[in-house]
């Protein structure tokens, strides 16, 4: 796996595999680039496939500091100029979403061709005019009880959190769930806690008219962090995005579903790809 060493000293570790028109995939938050395992197998027949561990994660991991969504983005133009990548369709799955709304809104559309936000939205938090975020009306109230308990007691925050990753009908593949439970255990709660905050405090619902690149929003119909609701109003936010929804995936339908999952993501960078003036 590839090191760059970003312009703060802070180690970034990378995947860059196969050859051809370039796919960025970006991990959520507490996960890392392992969990896009099934689609940089499959697509590296025919795409280059680039996948981080984004700051605070897992190779990429450092401790001290306060990371935020500015450095997430700020490490991924970082990764993308090192490798002189251009008409990059990138893959946002929760907060790495929230990294690229904030790349984009810092950097515009520079190396990118084309984004897939996957099950997220453009505010985590709710409030009295927005209802759109982390459902059951989570606040920035039980945000701040949220870090106050991941920084508490790490292991049993990171118990209670691996469910969510799935459909709340459970998980088909029976091997996913204690594979995650690891995976999310195995993290530094300082760090993630200050991302989190990071992301807490990102607004990007007035970002999402103003993109102009093609836009795919998928998510999960059984996802147990967003309402359905919020898809469509991306959807409807975003010029010219196209809604696709995995009707037996959660929070996690590149997992849940991946096989189809790898398929809509290949034909649309096929599609991005032969858009005139690409």
């Avoid at 709304?101 to 990118?112: C, K, M, N």
């Avoid at 995995?246 to 189809?260: I, M, R, T, Y």
């Amino acid at each position: 796996m590839p090191i760059l060493t970003a312009s703060d000293g802070q180690p970034l570790h990378f995947a860059d595999e196969g050859a051809g028109p370039a796919i960025l995939l970006v991990h959520g938050w507490s996960a890392h680039g392992g969990y896009f395992g099934p689609q940089r197998v499959a697509l590296q027949r025919r795409f280059r496939v680039v996948t981080p561990d984004l700051r605070g994660h897992r190779r990429s991991r450092r401790a001290g500091g306060r990371p935020a969504m500015a450095d997430l983005a700020r490490d991924l133009r970082e990764v993308l100029d090192y490798l002189d990548l251009e008409g990059v369709v990138a893959v946002g799955w929760s907060m790495g979403a929230t990294a690229l709304f904030e790349y984009l809104a810092t950097f515009g559309p520079h190396r990118l061709g084309g984004l897939v936000i996957e099950d997220m939205t453009a505010r985590i938090v709710n409030d009295e005019t927005w209802s759109l975020g982390v459902r059951d009306g989570f606040t920035a109230e039980h945000s701040a009880v949220t870090v106050a308990a991941m920084r508490a007691n790490w292991p049993a925050y990171a118990a209670a959190l691996s469910a969510l990753f799935f459909a709340d009908t459970g998980c088909r593949d029976p091997k996913l769930p204690a594979w995650v439970d690891e995976q999310v255990a195995d993290n530094d709660p300082d760090l993630l806690a200050s991302l989190w905050q990071s992301m807490a405090e990102s607004d990007f619902r007035d970002l999402m008219p103003r993109l102009d690149l093609p836009v795919v929003v998928a998510d999960g119909a059984r996802s147990r962090v967003y309402t359905p609701a919020t898809g469509d109003w991306m959807a409807a936010a975003i010029p010219g995005a196209r809604r696709v929804t995995f009707a037996k995936s959660g929070h996690s339908p590149h997992l849940e579903e991946a096989d189809a999952f790898t398929r809509m993501l290949a034909a649309f960078a096929d599609e991005v790809r032969s858009a005139p003036g690409s």
